[in-house]
């Protein structure tokens, strides 16, 4: 059985402001019991991106659920791209309906059509999916696409820059999250690292083997997580926060040896960066160190 959960939230920024909340996320399930979930994000520089948000995930998902009603044995993919091109020409529809530019609306798009085990996925823009396989490896299934590592490429940059393809690995569960919360599971340390996501984090919303979902406790999990990413703890995510979970509580999932979960040692790590970075900064503490190891040896051999 599939659980879900997901909120939008308001990100602090926003709040100061006073803008609305420029993302929008939603889950259908099917009669087939296939689970289609969207995420979008309204690029916060555009005036009407919560309105291109919305039309992005309600649109995506209709045109999903009825082609795969409609036939079972649908090609998945081609599914998805129509449902892409089909939002992005409803908001450009909808844009000129009301005399406003298009570039008003720029949103990102996530979308996943999930069986249990199953996926098939499409994406564009920052943000973005990450799976939890059978075999307790959490996997990073899109990455952020940014021009220049700044500008976020948006769902109008047409299917030349969306990402649509299914996947090899069999998933306990899947993550959907915008570009504040999905950066924080990915920090910048972990970066090149044999592990770059950070597990003990990401397994406290979609680990089963921790979770325990069921009936009675799936809306407990979903507020006690929407109240974390609320909180002092993620302070930092000043953009809005969305996350849409998806659960199957009966597949198989293996649980790592206690090493997989420790808590990284992010005094090492930050040392490790900063000597990237700033190798100037370094060089002649080493050379010295490396002569004075030297001179050492000297002496004693002297001995």
Known sequence: MIFTYG???VGSSHLKNGTVCQDANKVLTLDNGVFVAAI???VGSCQFSDIASSIAVDVSLRVCAE????????????VIEKAFERAEREIDEYSLSKNHLITDYDTTLSLAIYD?????YGHCGDGGIIGLTNDGDYIKITSPQKTDGMFVVPLRAGKDSWVIESSQ???ASLLLATDGIYDIFFPYLLKGQPVEVYVPLIRYFMDNNVLKVSDETIDDIGKEREEYLKGDACASVTDDKTILVLINAEAP???KENSYYTEPDWDALQLEWNKKAYPHLYKDAEDSSTENKASSKSKESKK
Do not use: M, R
């Open 7 to 9: 909120f939008s939230a």
């Open 40 to 42: 979008a994000d309204g």
């Open 169 to 171: 690995h069999k998933f």
């Open 67 to 78: 082609q795969i009603e409609a036939d079972s044995n649908c090609n998945l993919l081609a």
């Open 116 to 120: 249990g085990k199953n996926l098939a």
């Open 253 to 255: 999932l293996t649980t």
